[in-house]
């Protein structure tokens, strides 16, 4: 179970990431772009530190009011939900 949780964490965030890079990509393109909506679902399902690195790296949605208390907020809720559940399984 721990090794599921792990690799759960690892790929969320690695979702998170990198679909901030590509969402600021596309920015930059006037593409086809990702929905707030959509990187807040990220955020809150796990990947909200992917999320963040991809905010600081890419200079995304960084000056956006939403993402500055939104998505430390999940970060938050994730270390928390991330501790409960590991206390729980080990």
Do not use: C
């Amino acid at each position: 179970m721990i090794k599921f949780i792990l690799v759960y964490f690892l790929a969320i965030n690695l979702l998170g990431l990198a679909i901030m890079g590509y969402d600021k990509y596309k920015a930059k393109r006037n593409g086809w772009r990702i929905s707030e909506k959509t990187l807040f679902i990220i955020a809150f399902i796990g990947g909200a530190l992917g999320v963040s690195l991809g905010m600081k790296n890419f200079h995304h949605k960084s000056k956006k009011r939403e993402f500055q208390i939104g998505i430390p907020f999940f970060l938050i809720l994730n270390i928390a939900l991330y501790i409960y559940i590991y206390t729980k399984v080990s």
